[in-house]
């Protein structure tokens, strides 16, 4: 009689290797350069795709069933969340500008990171990478509904967000995060990954997460605090990815050392001017402070990213020679960004305000090699104006960097009254930068960085108006055209915190919560 | 250094002059008063008066700062390009040789802003 043999279930090993390289087949009649066309031209030399290690052992079927359970567990937290009203349980209404910056600065990215994986695994050979890359690229789009869904309940109280990816696209602070992020997926998959998956999740990102989060986590936002929780598995792998990579690309071949070393160089720079928006959200936006932007660069990037470059030394990295001059900028950084939404908070999607006394004593113990002297006299004669009903409102456009496309705020190096200004001439035209490093990038690739779309030159070109619009028109207001075409409504999405509609309501709906009225 | 590209990559720049409906840029920023947090960028004819970006366009810009009233405009020492520079009023932006997307800034002697901490 034939017994019937139970059919031995695969190892774990076993299973990753059928599930992911076992996927992978040798084209008989297509060339291989037809098949990755994208996978020379940036210079890389690769020899053995065998020789990559997979960082984690993940297979599609288990992402799939952990995933959906994480999800499972942050709706529920989220549901909890508002039905509760959670939304009056924050420290203050000015916590939600916090909120606001980061579904219009950040979420669209976690879109963007998905198409870019997306295009960058279908380009590599090796099933390994493309394998992690599918996983990342569905971790991104992932994120970006998540987070979506969080904020949408802010959404419907609170005022700047309701149009958050029209903003993204058209606000000219967002330009900023747009167009990093522009740059990375318009580069080659292997730039791409030295970018995003090494320089962004690896490098720089727990100067981006752990603020937002732990922020949120500090004042009382349950929901964003749910979402960073859920990501942070995601983020460990995506750290561990970013690594591998760069090993993998330096280990195959000497002559990649130069190539990798200037896109870490140029993707650090980057990835910290787009920080800013986080350094003034520390030190500024959450009304209870986690750490300072300062400090959070000390611990993040000077103490482990240095340790991560000693280890990279081997491979022949170094630290990138741009990490000095932000050392220089540390001191200044959040207060010069805070100062620009001061400025310009007509223009923009969430609301500034001065610092309260208190909050200027923590900034001078925090600072105080500059505070005082520098941002404290700026700040009181701004309080002292407001007060006296003449609220200060830059409303002249500012000069941008053709790079970074932040206005022209930073100091020089080492001496913080002077703006630092750079600049290029190339074929027949003049080019602004905000530092030796984004003029450096420009340089390198002037071609990419002519075509910048660049908020306030659009405007003054007439791109900036909804459809119809008559610029010369007799009383036209710029400004307010301006804010049409942004989806944003005058006196309601914009200005000072203290005029605000979401600080009215937040003080009448919390008072209904915890007094009887 | 060239960009990296399978095939030809030529563009044209996004902000050439003949895209700004018969204006050029300037942009002006003025030292030691940081309250302004970047200079700023104008988009103005060729043939305007130098003086009139003084009389017309600066108060605007710059009015609110308690400094801007007590400016003696004869005694401003003007940079172009970060290399020193003397304008005449009395002249258009092209006769003063300004072309698109030129810098200048102007110093002010004796005002360094809020207590004198260049803001």
């Given at each position: 009689?034939?017994?019937?043999?139970?059919k031995?279930?695969?190892?774990?090993?076993?299973?990753?290797?059928?599930?992911?390289r076992?996927l992978?087949?040798?084209?008989?009649?297509?060339k291989?350069?037809?098949i990755y066309?994208?996978?020379a031209?940036?210079?890389?030399?690769?020899?053995?795709?065998?020789?990559?290690?997979?960082?984690?052992r993940?297979?599609?079927?288990?992402?799939?069933?952990?995933q959906?359970?994480?999800?499972r567990?942050?709706?529920s937290?989220?549901?909890?969340?508002?039905q509760?009203?959670?939304?009056?349980?924050?420290?203050d209404?000015?916590?939600?500008?916090?909120?606001?910056?980061?579904?219009?600065?950040?979420?669209?990215?976690?879109?963007?990171?998905?198409?870019?994986?997306?295009h960058?695994g279908?380009?590599?050979?090796?099933a390994?990478?493309?394998?992690?890359?599918?996983?990342?690229?569905?971790?991104?789009?992932?994120?970006?509904?998540?987070?979506v869904?969080?904020?949408?309940?802010?959404?419907k109280?609170?005022?700047?967000m309701?149009?958050?990816?029209?903003a993204?696209?058209?606000?000219?602070?967002?330009?900023?995060?747009?167009?990093?992020?522009?740059?990375?997926i318009?580069?080659?998959?292997?730039e791409f990954?030295?970018?995003?998956?090494?320089s962004?999740?690896?490098?720089?990102?727990?100067?981006?997460?752990?603020?937002?989060?732990?922020?949120?986590?500090y004042n009382?936002?349950?929901?964003?605090?749910?979402f960073?929780?859920?990501a942070?598995?995601?983020?460990?792998r995506?750290?561990?990815?970013?690594?591998?990579?760069?090993?993998?690309i330096?280990?195959?071949?000497?002559?990649?050392?130069?190539?990798?070393q200037?896109?870490?160089?140029?993707?650090?720079?980057?990835?910290?001017?787009?920080l800013?928006?986080?350094?003034m959200?520390?030190?500024?936006?959450?009304?209870?402070?986690?750490?300072?932007?300062?400090?959070?660069?000390?611990?993040?990037f000077?103490q482990?990213?240095?340790?991560l470059?000693?280890?990279?030394a081997?491979?022949?990295?170094k630290?990138?020679?741009c990490?000095?001059?932000?050392?220089?900028?540390?001191?200044?950084?959040?207060?010069?960004?805070?100062s620009t939404?001061?400025n310009?908070?007509?223009?923009?999607?969430?609301?500034?305000w001065m610092?309260?006394?208190?909050?200027?004593?923590?900034l001078?113990?925090?600072?105080?090699?500059?505070?005082?002297k520098?941002?404290?006299?700026?700040?009181?004669?701004?309080?002292?104006?407001?007060?006296?009903?003449?609220?200060?409102?830059?409303?002249?456009?500012?000069?941008?960097?053709q790079?970074?496309?932040?206005?022209?705020?930073?100091?020089?190096?080492?001496?913080?009254?002077?703006?630092c200004?750079?600049?290029?001439?190339?074929?027949?035209?003049?080019?602004?930068f905000c530092?030796?490093?984004c003029?450096?990038?420009?340089?390198?690739?002037?071609?990419?960085?002519?075509?910048?779309?660049?908020?306030?030159?659009q405007?003054?070109?007439g791109?900036?108006?909804?459809?119809g619009?008559?610029?010369?028109?007799?009383?036209?207001?710029?400004?307010?055209?301006?804010l049409?075409?942004?989806?944003?409504e005058?006196?309601?999405?914009?200005?000072?915190?203290d005029?605000?509609?979401?600080?009215?309501?937040f003080?009448?709906?919390?008072?209904?919560?915890t007094?009887?009225? | 250094?060239?960009?990296a590209?399978?095939?030809?990559?030529?563009?044209a720049?996004?902000d050439?002059m003949?895209?700004?409906?018969?204006?050029?840029?300037?942009?002006?920023?003025?030292?030691?008063?940081?309250m302004?947090?970047?200079?700023?960028?104008?988009?103005?004819?060729p043939?305007?008066?130098?003086?009139?970006?003084?009389?017309?366009v600066?108060?605007?810009?710059?009015?609110?700062?308690?400094?801007?009233?007590?400016?003696d405009?004869?005694?401003v020492?003007?940079?172009k390009?970060?290399?020193p520079?003397?304008?005449d009023?009395?002249?258009?932006?092209?006769?003063?040789g300004?072309?698109?997307?030129?810098?200048?800034?102007?110093h002010?002697?004796?005002?360094?802003?809020i207590?004198?901490?260049?803001?």
């Amino acid at each position: 009689m034939d017994m019937q043999v139970a059919k031995k279930k695969l190892g774990l090993k076993e299973r990753y290797a059928v599930m992911t390289r076992g996927l992978d087949w040798k084209p008989s009649y297509q060339k291989m350069e037809d098949i990755y066309p994208y996978i020379a031209y940036e210079g890389i030399k690769i020899h053995d795709w065998d020789k990559w290690e997979d960082p984690f052992r993940l297979t599609m079927d288990a992402y799939w069933k952990y995933q959906s359970e994480k999800e499972r567990k942050l709706y529920s937290v989220l549901d909890a969340y508002v039905q509760s009203n959670g939304h009056l349980n924050v420290t203050d209404a000015r916590y939600l500008n916090t909120v606001k910056l980061f579904v219009s600065g950040i979420s669209p990215l976690e879109y963007v990171a998905h198409r870019g994986f997306t295009h960058a695994g279908r380009q590599f050979p090796g099933a390994g990478p493309r394998v992690a890359c599918l996983m990342q690229a569905l971790d991104e789009i992932r994120h970006a509904q998540t987070q979506v869904h969080a904020i949408s309940n802010y959404n419907k109280y609170y005022n700047g967000m309701h149009d958050f990816h029209h903003a993204h696209d058209r606000v000219w602070f967002l330009s900023v995060p747009k167009s990093f992020f522009d740059d990375a997926i318009t580069a080659g998959p292997f730039e791409f990954m030295v970018a995003i998956g090494f320089s962004f999740e690896y490098v720089l990102t727990n100067l981006l997460f752990v603020p937002f989060v732990s922020g949120a986590a500090y004042n009382g936002d349950m929901g964003t605090m749910t979402f960073g929780f859920s990501a942070q598995s995601d983020e460990a792998r995506h750290m561990t990815l970013g690594l591998e990579v760069i090993k993998f690309i330096l280990q195959q071949d000497p002559a990649n050392v130069p190539i990798v070393q200037r896109w870490i160089d140029k993707w650090t720079w980057r990835g910290y001017r787009v920080l800013t928006l986080v350094a003034m959200m520390m030190d500024y936006m959450l009304p209870k402070r986690t750490m300072s932007w300062k400090e959070a660069w000390e611990i993040y990037f000077e103490q482990n990213g240095g340790a991560l470059f000693k280890d990279l030394a081997r491979y022949g990295i170094k630290m990138p020679d741009c990490t000095a001059q932000i050392a220089l900028e540390k001191d200044h950084l959040s207060h010069q960004a805070w100062s620009t939404f001061y400025n310009y908070a007509a223009a923009s999607n969430f609301h500034t305000w001065m610092p309260d006394e208190d909050e200027m004593a923590w900034l001078s113990a925090k600072y105080p090699n500059s505070f005082d002297k520098l941002y404290r006299p700026r700040y009181e004669f701004w309080r002292e104006q407001a007060a006296k009903g003449n609220r200060f409102y830059n409303k002249t456009l500012p000069m941008l960097c053709q790079t970074c496309q932040i206005p022209l705020v930073f100091t020089e190096p080492g001496d913080p009254t002077k703006i630092c200004y750079r600049e290029v001439d190339y074929k027949a035209e003049k080019y602004h930068f905000c530092s030796d490093p984004c003029k450096k990038i420009f340089e390198d690739e002037p071609e990419k960085y002519v075509q910048a779309w660049l908020p306030v030159h659009q405007i003054y070109q007439g791109n900036c108006f909804p459809e119809g619009t008559d610029p010369t028109a007799p009383g036209f207001d710029p400004l307010a055209a301006v804010l049409k075409y942004y989806n944003l409504e005058h006196g309601r999405d914009n200005l000072d915190f203290d005029v605000s509609e979401d600080k009215k309501n937040f003080e009448a709906w919390r008072g209904q919560a915890t007094k009887n009225v | 250094m060239a960009v990296a590209a399978l095939k030809e990559y030529q563009f044209a720049p996004a902000d050439t002059m003949d895209k700004f409906h018969g204006a050029q840029l300037l942009y002006i920023g003025w030292e030691d008063h940081l309250m302004f947090c970047a200079p700023f960028a104008f988009p103005f004819p060729p043939t305007m008066r130098f003086g009139d970006i003084i009389t017309g366009v600066l108060p605007g810009a710059y009015g609110y700062h308690p400094d801007f009233a007590q400016i003696d405009w004869k005694n401003v020492y003007w940079f172009k390009s970060g290399t020193p520079w003397t304008p005449d009023f009395n002249k258009s932006l092209a006769e003063n040789g300004l072309k698109h997307k030129d810098v200048i800034r102007f110093h002010t002697p004796g005002l360094h802003g809020i207590k004198g901490s260049c803001n």
